[in-house]
């Protein structure tokens, strides 16, 4: 676990154990170290060309009905390989949603998560609410009760009927919804890349390799 530091000023530390840190913030988000001594389970290697295949893999896992993917990038942190991956999902207790991010640093035989959650507060749904009252272009299927083009998959319309991922998601709104929960978790995710500190063994251990 201290192969990865992190920045702990604005953060709470509330868990520790083998394996795993847990802490809070003041606005009562989630952030855990999750280190994991086996080789990393991915699909494909890390390469712009394997995109889709990990995509596909990650949005398969998340079971249908409860939540949805909303990004998944590679990202290269200090000339190390890593996947953020945002995933929002559904608390039926509020009637909205939490947003996780994590982002996945797989190595040759171990790998680290860093993972962020933060829970829609109420009243939920404003940000949707906004947002549709100012693109007049969505409308409803009368037929379905749907509202067409509104929910699509960020990355394959093959997947738009199911997709949780929503046109208020688009991170071109964030700028106005500066506290809402998928704001902070990408807000958390930038900060990350900037504040994280690696180890010497962590930059020289070889790289993740699919076989």
Known sequence: MESIS????????????????????????????????????????????????????????????????????????????????????????????????SCLIPRADFSHVIRFECIERSPTGLREAMVMMVNKQFTGNLETGKIIGWNRD????????????NFADEEIHDAQFPDHPLTRVRQHMRTLSQSIVFDPLVLKSKPFQKK
């Open 6 to 101: 992190l920045p702990e000023d604005l953060w709470t530390l509330r868990i520790e154990k083998p394996g795993q840190k847990v802490w809070s913030n003041a606005q009562g988000d989630a952030r855990s170290l999750n280190f994991f001594n086996v080789v990393p389970d991915l699909a494909a290697n890390l390469i712009p060309e394997n995109l889709h295949i990990l995509r596909n893999d990650f949005r398969s896992k998340i079971p249908a009905g409860e939540g949805g993917l909303v990004s998944l990038d590679l990202v290269n942190i200090q000339n190390i390989s890593a996947l953020q991956i945002i995933i929002k999902v559904r608390i039926e207790q509020i009637r909205g949603f939490m947003y996780a991010g």
């Open 154 to 165: 960020p990355y394959d319309p093959a997947f738009d009927e199911t997709a949780m991922y």
